[in-house]
Structures are given as structure tokens and as C-alpha cells.
């Protein structure tokens, strides 16, 4: 869920028969919103899913469109491959997703 204060959420829908959907949204303000957040906390990190979505989920493929324009509009990019260790390292923190990213 995001909500930067000003009542605005985003939550993941949950899952019908028909599989996994994206929240509805305005492309342009979720990325908005991202860089506000981004703007307002300063991280020293930006992490976010795949562009795959890990198994084709498209929340996480929406979220990491959204999440990597608004890296992009800051011009905050930085490339990760000499950073291979922290990034595992910080994907083993979601245990209960990590047959998503190492399969089953």
C-alpha cells in the first residue's frame, strides 16, 4: 500500500478465480506518488520487483514500471551488477516469496 499523506492509497486487489490483477490507477500520478516518496525519505536504496513481476504477477509489474519511472524521472538509476551479493541478500529477507525468484 502507498499513501504519502495525502489519502491516496494503492492496494494490492486480491486474488479471484481468475488469477492476480493490478490495482486500477493513473500511470502519471502512481508515478508521481513514488517520487514523492522517494523525494520525502531520502533511502539510500530503492528496491522494488522484477519486470517480470518474479511469476507474472501484474501488481508487481505495475509497481515496478511505476517504481522504476519515477527512479528514472529523479535520475536516480544506478546499475546493480556490482551489487550482486546485497541484492540476493535482500531478496532472501522474503522468505515467503522466495520460490517466486529460485522456483519451486
Same mark, same amino acid.
Given at each position: 500500500? #502507498?499513501?504519502? *499523506?495525502? *489519502?491516496?492509497?494503492?492496494?494490492? $486487489?486480491?486474488?479471484?478465480?481468475?488469477?492476480?490483477?493490478?490495482?486500477?490507477?493513473?500511470?502519471?500520478? +502512481?508515478?508521481?506518488?513514488?517520487?514523492? +516518496?522517494?523525494?520525502?525519505?531520502?533511502?539510500? #536504496?530503492? /528496491?522494488?520487483? *522484477?519486470?517480470? *513481476?518474479?511469476?507474472? @504477477? $501484474?501488481?508487481?509489474? #505495475? +509497481? @515496478?514500471?511505476?517504481?522504476?519511472?519515477?527512479?528514472?524521472?529523479?535520475? /536516480?538509476? /544506478?546499475?546493480?551488477?556490482? @551489487?550482486?551479493?546485497?541484492?540476493?541478500?535482500? #531478496?532472501?529477507?522474503?522468505?515467503?516469496?522466495?520460490?517466486?525468484?529460485?522456483?519451486?
Amino acid at each position: 500500500m #502507498l499513501d504519502r *499523506g495525502g *489519502g491516496r492509497h494503492y492496494v494490492d $486487489p486480491p486474488s479471484t478465480d481468475d488469477g492476480h490483477r493490478a490495482p486500477e490507477y493513473a500511470p502519471t500520478q +502512481l508515478r508521481e506518488d513514488i517520487r514523492a +516518496l522517494i523525494e520525502s525519505h531520502v533511502p539510500a #536504496l530503492v /528496491l522494488t520487483h *522484477g519486470s517480470s *513481476g518474479e511469476y507474472g @504477477h $501484474p501488481a508487481h509489474q #505495475l +509497481l @515496478h514500471q511505476r517504481t522504476a519511472a519515477a527512479v528514472d524521472a529523479a535520475d /536516480l538509476r /544506478l546499475e546493480t551488477i556490482p @551489487h550482486v551479493r546485497a541484492k540476493v541478500r535482500a #531478496l532472501t529477507c522474503h522468505r515467503t516469496q522466495w520460490t517466486a525468484f529460485v522456483g519451486q
